[in-house]
């Protein structure tokens, strides 16, 4: 059975009304479609952990600095439907822009500090529109517990706090990012590569774990980012926005990790921006 498109708040909230009363563990996965295995993952999570699963699709405007990118964003809500039939999942909630952002609409959920940084610096007002339209998310879902991919770490932490801050009664659940056999971290974005770039796109998962084995090995990470920057200029990557190590908890720039840490890199390849994180341990 293909699960219920919802589209309208009231139709949502009259949906959950009966679960909400009962006391129902409530499942919201938040994305922006085109779905892959990465999504699906969250949704199984979901599907394991909750009685109800909400899965939403809404692609924000509020979180793209770049109005090409947002035109240029896959739209397949078909197919994503089809995709999420063999979950039984409850909802899937399609809400259209006036149903998110009506008329006067003025309200902007900003988080400092986690944001400062990284995906915050390179996409100015990026997370103020994810900060938003998951403060939005979680209470029109009135779920009580929400999945997302630590592919999208720094965003993952940036949901983490807005939902603690806000006293959002909600439980949010990092899953672990889903690869492609090659390596590849699963994007929606990966759509838009060329046949010729998504056969390069890997590297920059390749470079990153030799990284992230030589500083678990004791070397220093100042030549061994160095050489990878070299190797990804070769391979056509056409800039490297970020490539550092930062404390997994608040984000901040590590040069010799003793405290739980991640590799975070973004770059540019063909004209598409590819992001990635590895974790990183000492032996």
Not at 21 to 32: K, L
Not at 101 to 123: C, E, K, N, Q, W
Not at 252 to 260: E, H, I, M, T
Request: charged share 25%; proline share 5%; aromatic share 6%.
């Amino acid at each position: 059975m293909i699960a219920p498109i919802v589209r309208s708040l009231s139709a949502l909230r009259e949906m959950s009304e009966p679960w909400v009363r009962a006391g129902t563990s409530i499942g919201v996965v938040p994305t922006m479609g085109a779905l892959h295995d990465g999504h699906l993952s969250l949704v199984a999570a979901a599907k394991e952990r909750c009685e109800r699963v909400i899965v939403t699709i809404f692609v924000n405007p509020k979180q793209f600095n770049n109005p090409e990118d947002l035109a240029n964003y896959p739209r397949t809500e078909t197919e994503d439907a089809r995709k999420l039939k063999r979950f039984g999942v409850d909802a899937v909630y399609v809400p259209d822009g006036d149903v998110m952002y009506p008329d006067g609409f003025s309200t902007t959920v900003s988080v400092a500090g986690l944001t400062d940084v990284m995906d915050g610096i390179h996409r100015p007002g990026h997370f103020d529109g994810v900060a938003t339209v998951v403060s939005k998310l979680f209470i029109q879902s009135r779920a009580t517990d929400a999945f997302f991919g630590e592919k999208d770490f720094q965003q993952l932490q940036v949901v983490r706090r807005v939902a603690r801050d806000l006293d959002i009664p909600i439980t949010v659940h990092g899953c672990p990012t889903i690869r492609e056999i090659d390596g590849l971290a699963m994007s929606s974005r990966n759509l838009l590569l060329s046949d010729r770039a998504r056969v390069r796109a890997p590297i920059l998962f390749e470079e990153m774990e030799k990284i992230a084995e030589g500083v678990a090995a004791g070397k220093d990470f100042a030549p061994l980012r160095a050489a990878a920057l070299r190797r990804l200029a070769s391979s056509d990557f056409t800039s490297v926005e970020y490539l550092e190590m930062r404390a997994n908890d608040d984000l901040s720039l590590q040069d010799d990790p003793v405290r739980p840490s991640r590799l975070f890199a973004s770059a540019w390849l063909a004209g598409v921006r590819l992001i990635d994180n590895v974790a990183i341990g000492r032996d």
